[in-house]
């Protein structure tokens, strides 16, 4: 059975970094793609970025709202996804899921952590 | 960017009834590219379709996905009480995006 399990969420004030991380089992995490998605009461859901796996040389793509502030990676050894993310705003208020991705779409989802971008 | 519109916003239905929701995208996709989420309150979404029309692992026959180009359709042939709940389309024809949702409530 595939879970996935985020941690990391919290408070932290604008400008400030998070990382997020999503423990993986139950299949073959290191040829798996992942993604992150948000969920906003405003806004739905958002796709946030997603890494590539092994075979497929582990490249990542973002949304346009967070390049260059968030970054994606993944330790295969610990079966374990990241987003690191900098530069927070407001905007960036969310529930943050870890989904695998096939090319097309989003199988399997964790519970979801919540993070809050506030002074 | 792909935008797709969902429609009705609330479709108030009762248990046994037929319900249709609607995904329009703003400009064609491959029917591989469209997939339809359900979510209820406190959970995660849960993949129903994906491929437009394949349903996903574990999901009832009374799901059913059809449509192409610009105009999808997810199909729920006879409610039952667990069906209430809100439903998502997601296009991967260009990175991915969402649909804003339909709340499908009990009349």
């Known amino acids: 059975e595939v879970q996935l399990v985020e941690s990391g969420g919290g408070l932290v004030n604008p400008g400030g970094s998070l990382r997020l991380s999503c423990a993986a089992s139950g299949f073959v995490f290191n040829d798996a793609w992942m993604s992150w998605v948000r969920q906003t009461p405003g806004k739905g859901l958002e796709w946030v970025g997603r890494?590539?796996?092994?075979?497929?040389?582990?490249?990542?793509d973002y949304s346009a709202p967070v390049k260059g502030r968030f970054t994606i990676s993944r330790d295969d050894s610990k079966n374990t996804l990241y987003l690191q993310m900098n530069s927070l705003k407001s905007e960036d208020t969310a529930v943050y899921y870890c989904?695998?991705?096939?090319?097309?779409?989003?199988?399997?989802w964790g519970q979801g952590t919540l993070v809050t971008v506030s002074s | 960017e792909i935008v797709l519109t969902q429609s009705p916003g609330t479709l108030s239905l009762s248990p046994g009834e037929r319900a249709t929701l609607s995904c329009r995208a703003s400009?064609?996709?491959?029917?591989?590219?469209l997939a339809w989420y359900q979510q209820k309150p406190g959970q995660a979404p849960r993949l129903l379709i994906y491929g437009a029309s394949s349903r996903a692992a574990g999901i009832p026959d009374r799901f059913s996905g059809s449509g192409s180009g610009t105009d999808f359709t997810l199909t729920i042939g006879r409610l039952e009480p667990e069906d209430f709940a809100v439903y998502y389309c997601?296009?991967?024809?260009?990175?991915?995006?969402f649909g804003q949702g339909t709340n499908l409530e009990i009349k």
């Open positions: 890494i590539k796996g092994k075979t497929d040389g582990g490249t990542t």
């Open positions: 989904t695998t991705n096939s090319e097309y779409h989003f199988a399997s």
């Open positions: 400009q064609s996709i491959r029917s591989s590219n």
């Open positions: 997601q296009q991967s024809g260009s990175l991915y995006t």
